[in-house]
């Protein structure tokens, strides 16, 4: 296990990633420099329910996050992009009543001890920000902007992402260039692959066969949040393979490529009899082993991480 921050302090990096009020798809991601001081306090009361004399039942439910966002000065970036202030052919930006306002990703990084903590906050709306100054007196003393933002879950359900000492530096390197949206705990299309012909070199080994052996055609997976369900052929290993103990060791095999951020995790994966781990990352699943309904679920901790369902995949019987 990696290891993970003691202390927290300097905000920096905020960003911004307008959402299209047409598409809901996450716009082009731009910087909010001048970032002071941001307080963001999770919204939802505890709700308890009494019988017998006591509390018989509780929940907490999440109804996302609100708070300020302090920084140097609204920048006109941000007037036009969220506020839809846009300026006309004099160069000057009025605001008008009907001007439609846009929510937004917010984005920002908290320094520690050890690594940063990156955020991404999924649907939030923010307020126009109080006009203010003064006049000068002994010293210029800047004066601030605050916005107070207000966030909530997006279609998926997410309200917001953050990075753990997990993280892998290829997540952490890209974490401004779009929005971080790959639902739940997973990382979704990018956290797990079954490996096609085309991306893998067929004369690759695990165990006596190559990846020519095990690998399936046009496989793809459709995400849904952390659930991945599989399509395409598999083809089928007439031959023993010597890495499966037992007689019963041909079939349909499907070696699985689990993202770097799992590095040096214990990772167990239910749902299947039989597994070959061929590396801490890379798995080779059996289908005709397959149980629940030709799903299995990867677990990290006993925390789900994921889950594959084959149930759609094709079983060639053919000799490849």
């Known amino acids: 296990m990696k290891k993970g921050n003691k202390v927290k302090f300097n905000l920096k990096n905020v960003h911004i990633a307008p959402i299209n009020r047409e598409t809901g798809e996450y716009e082009q991601v731009f910087s909010l420099p001048g970032a002071v001081n941001m307080s963001m306090s999770a919204q939802g009361e505890i709700n308890k329910f009494y019988a017998d004399g006591v509390v018989y039942y509780q929940s907490a439910p999440n109804d996302g996050y609100e708070g300020d966002l302090e920084i140097a000065m609204v920048t006109e970036e941000f007037q036009e992009k969220i506020f839809g202030e846009i300026p006309n052919e004099d160069g000057v930006m009025v605001e008008n009543v009907e001007n439609v306002i846009k929510?937004?990703?917010?984005?920002?990084?908290?320094?520690?001890?050890?690594?940063?903590?990156?955020?991404?906050?999924?649907?939030?709306s923010a307020t126009r920000a109080t006009t203010e100054a003064s006049t000068n007196e002994a010293s210029k003393t800047p004066k601030t902007d605050k916005l107070t933002i207000s966030c909530t879950c997006d279609a998926d359900g997410n309200v917001r992402a953050k990075t753990t000492a997990r993280t892998s530096d290829e997540v952490r390197r890209k974490w401004f260039d779009t929005v971080y949206k790959k639902g739940g705990s997973s990382t979704g299309a990018d956290s797990?692959?079954?490996?096609?012909?085309?991306?893998?070199?067929?004369?690759?080994?695990?165990?006596?066969?190559?990846?020519?052996?095990?690998?399936?055609?046009?496989?793809?997976?459709?995400?849904?949040?952390?659930?991945?369900?599989?399509?395409?052929?598999?083809?089928?290993?007439?031959?023993?393979w010597t890495e499966f103990s037992g007689s019963n060791n041909t079939g349909h095999f499907v070696p699985i490529l689990i993202d770097p951020v799992y590095d040096g995790e214990e990772i167990t994966m239910e749902g299947a009899a039989k597994e070959k781990k061929a590396a801490d990352l890379k798995w080779i699943v059996r289908l005709e082993n397959l149980t629940g309904g030709k799903k299995i679920t990867a677990k990290v901790g006993g925390a789900e991480i994921f889950s594959l369902d084959f149930s759609e995949a094709t079983l060639e019987e053919q000799e490849w």
């Open 192 to 240: 797990v692959k079954v490996w096609p012909v085309s991306t893998q070199p067929l004369d690759k080994k695990y165990g006596d066969k190559s990846a020519a052996d095990l690998i399936g055609r046009d496989i793809s997976i459709e995400w849904n949040g952390r659930n991945g369900k599989v399509y395409g052929t598999v083809h089928n290993i007439k031959e023993p």
């Open 103 to 124: 929510d937004f990703a917010l984005g920002f990084q908290i320094d520690g001890d050890v690594h940063n903590t990156l955020f991404w906050f999924y649907n939030c």
